[in-house]
């Protein structure tokens, strides 16, 4: 008989830290809280070491008084533990903020930042691999175009001795293009006695964790050196290396998204959410925005201009030019929403059409409903909402307004430029305008009456 086995204890601790203001961004938001590609700096972050080790126990270090920051760790790793750096002396004392976690004794303790969203899953893992193959502490290195500000990574052959911040460091050191990222792997069995045997001997007075790699050395253990791409490591601290992340995650997704077969006719000006979804046979024209929780299915086509977020597009559908598609909008196969039309929280079944210059809120459009140019569903009083209910096959004459709540039955007509406000039977006509009153001549005896009141013999 199969028995319940207990998951086994996690061998890696990993600790992020989160608690820096970020008084760059000149934003009341913390930096950490700052998005690309819908997501927060911080959740990009959580989501790395959920790939690179779903079993691997969190700790998040943040500042004090930021439940914002600590909200949005919960949101994202229900499971990690939060602690709270009250002073900000470097970062090896924001590590010792998690001292309750590393002292559980883990085999491999890993730090990462929170402003550092663009790590590769394939740089994760090459510092793993340092670690199983023998290294006692192992950092992610770069090779920086521009090393200034930097710290610089010392090495004997493939073995890294000591890291020597950028204001520390002499002029041969600062020659050197090998720079640190800060992300770093340790030993859990001897990283607490290094961190509390870093000193503050330095031109900022502050605990350095770089410190621990000649520490670690002193004491006969092995370090190393794994590489990455300079973007991987660039760290987020100000709108201009923001919008600089938000372009590099962008390319990366559109990359992705073409190689499993969208089509972009323009990728450069398609605008991707990290949770995207497209099926088979996806066309993007030029300029689109896709924000959070959209799915695109199989031969679906988005025209240019067009504005989703939080929307449902099922396969064969098409949507657009310059259509906003608000969350909760859901549109069958082959479903079709044209030029100027907004759609939020509605359903629009197989086959229905909304061509042009319309409103659709809080509402269900029938399979092969033909919604005319100019329809608003009237859905909000001004305190709540309400809904529309347009049944299979109903025909919406042009420049109707439906006054929710109202249902339109199957196969039934609204004519033209109607108000209606009562429910429409199955294959009925709704007429609700006022009758057209004619007064010959009126035009001619206005236009005299006017050239007299101006006294010239034309229009003004």
Same mark, same amino acid.
């Given at each position: 008989?199969?028995?319940?086995?207990?998951?086994?204890?996690?061998?890696?601790?990993?600790?992020?830290?989160?608690?820096?203001?970020?008084?760059?961004?000149?934003?009341?938001?913390?930096?950490?809280?700052?998005?690309?590609?819908?997501?927060?700096?911080?959740?990009?972050?959580?989501?790395?070491?959920?790939?690179?080790?779903?079993?691997?126990?969190?700790?998040?270090?943040?500042?004090?008084?930021?439940?914002?920051?600590?909200?949005?760790?919960?949101?994202?790793?229900?499971?990690?533990?939060?602690?709270?750096?009250?002073?900000?002396?470097?970062?090896?004392?924001?590590?010792?903020?998690?001292?309750?976690?590393?002292?559980?004794? *883990?085999?491999?303790?890993?730090?990462?930042?929170?402003?550092?969203?663009?790590?590769?899953?394939?740089?994760?893992?090459?510092?793993?691999?340092?670690?199983?193959?023998?290294?006692?502490?192992?950092?992610?290195?770069?090779?920086?175009?521009?090393?200034?500000?930097?710290?610089?990574?010392?090495?004997?052959?493939?073995?890294?001795?000591?890291?020597?911040?950028?204001?520390?460091?002499?002029?041969?050191?600062?020659?050197?293009?090998?720079?640190?990222?800060?992300? +770093?792997?340790?030993?859990?069995?001897?990283?607490?006695?290094?961190?509390?045997?870093?000193?503050?001997?330095?031109?900022?007075?502050?605990?350095? +964790?770089?410190?621990?790699?000649?520490?670690?050395?002193?004491?006969?253990?092995?370090?190393?050196?794994?590489?990455?791409?300079?973007?991987?490591?660039?760290?987020?601290?100000?709108?201009?290396?923001?919008?600089?992340?938000? $372009?590099? +995650?962008?390319?990366?997704?559109?990359?992705?998204?073409?190689?499993?077969?969208?089509?972009?006719?323009?990728?450069?000006?398609?605008?991707?959410?990290?949770?995207?979804?497209?099926?088979?046979?996806?066309?993007?024209?030029?300029?689109? *925005?896709?924000?959070?929780?959209?799915?695109?299915?199989?031969?679906?086509?988005?025209?240019?201009?067009?504005?989703?977020?939080?929307?449902?597009?099922?396969?064969?559908?098409?949507?657009?030019?310059?259509?906003?598609?608000?969350?909760?909008?859901?549109?069958?196969?082959? $479903?079709?929403?044209?030029?100027?039309?907004?759609?939020?929280?509605?359903?629009?079944?197989?086959?229905?059409?909304?061509?042009?210059?319309?409103?659709?809120?809080?509402?269900?459009?029938?399979?092969?409903?033909?919604?005319?140019?100019?329809?608003?569903?009237?859905?909000?009083?001004?305190?709540?909402? *309400?809904?529309?209910?347009?049944?299979?096959?109903?025909?919406?004459?042009?420049?109707?307004?439906?006054?929710?709540?109202?249902?339109?039955?199957?196969?039934?007509?609204?004519?033209?430029?109607?108000?209606?406000?009562?429910?429409?039977?199955?294959?009925?006509?709704?007429?609700?305008?006022?009758?057209?009153?004619?007064?010959?001549?009126?035009?001619?005896?206005?236009?005299?009456?006017?050239?007299?009141?101006?006294?010239?013999?034309?229009?003004?």
């Amino acid at each position: 008989m199969a028995q319940n086995r207990k998951p086994a204890s996690p061998s890696t601790l990993t600790i992020i830290l989160a608690a820096g203001e970020g008084t760059r961004m000149r934003s009341d938001k913390p930096k950490v809280l700052h998005e690309i590609a819908g997501r927060s700096l911080l959740g990009h972050v959580l989501m790395q070491t959920r790939v690179q080790d779903e079993n691997a126990a969190l700790a998040v270090v943040i500042g004090p008084n930021r439940e914002d920051v600590a909200a949005e760790v919960r949101r994202h790793a229900p499971h990690a533990e939060i602690f709270i750096q009250t002073e900000r002396r470097g970062t090896a004392h924001a590590v010792l903020a998690a001292k309750a976690a590393i002292a559980r004794g *883990y085999g491999r303790v890993q730090v990462a930042f929170a402003d550092m969203p663009l790590v590769l899953p394939a740089s994760w893992a090459s510092l793993h691999l340092a670690m199983s193959q023998g290294a006692d502490l192992a950092v992610i290195g770069f090779q920086a175009h521009d090393p200034s500000g930097y710290g610089r990574l010392l090495m004997e052959g493939e073995r890294l001795q000591g890291i020597v911040e950028h204001k520390d460091a002499n002029p041969a050191q600062r020659a050197i293009t090998a720079c640190n990222s800060g992300l +770093m792997a340790l030993r859990g069995d001897t990283m607490l006695s290094i961190l509390e045997s870093i000193g503050s001997q330095n031109a900022q007075g502050e605990f350095y +964790m770089t410190d621990a790699v000649a520490l670690a050395v002193a004491r006969g253990q092995m370090a190393k050196v794994v590489f990455a791409d300079e973007t991987e490591v660039m760290g987020v601290n100000d709108k201009r290396q923001l919008a600089e992340a938000e $372009a590099i +995650m962008q390319k990366r997704l559109r990359a992705a998204a073409m190689t499993a077969g969208v089509t972009m006719l323009a990728p450069d000006s398609v605008h991707l959410a990290h949770d995207t979804e497209f099926g088979r046979n996806v066309t993007l024209e030029p300029n689109l *925005y896709f924000g959070k929780g959209v799915v695109v299915g199989d031969n679906a086509v988005i025209h240019a201009f067009s504005h989703l977020e939080g929307a449902k597009i099922g396969t064969g559908a098409h949507v657009g030019p310059f259509a906003r598609l608000r969350p909760g909008t859901v549109l069958h196969p082959s $479903a079709k929403v044209g030029n100027f039309v907004e759609i939020k929280a509605s359903e629009v079944e197989t086959g229905a059409k909304i061509s042009h210059l319309s409103y659709i809120g809080d509402a269900r459009i029938g399979a092969n409903a033909n919604i005319g140019a100019g329809v608003i569903t009237c859905n909000y009083d001004g305190y709540l909402k *309400y809904r529309t209910d347009i049944g299979e096959g109903a025909f919406i004459g042009s420049n109707s307004s439906l006054v929710a709540p109202v249902s339109v039955g199957n196969g039934a007509i609204v004519g033209s430029g109607s108000v209606i406000t009562r429910d429409v039977a199955a294959d009925a006509l709704a007429l609700a305008r006022s009758r057209q009153v004619e007064k010959p001549g009126w035009a001619q005896f206005f236009s005299r009456k006017m050239r007299e009141r101006l006294g010239k013999g034309k229009k003004q």
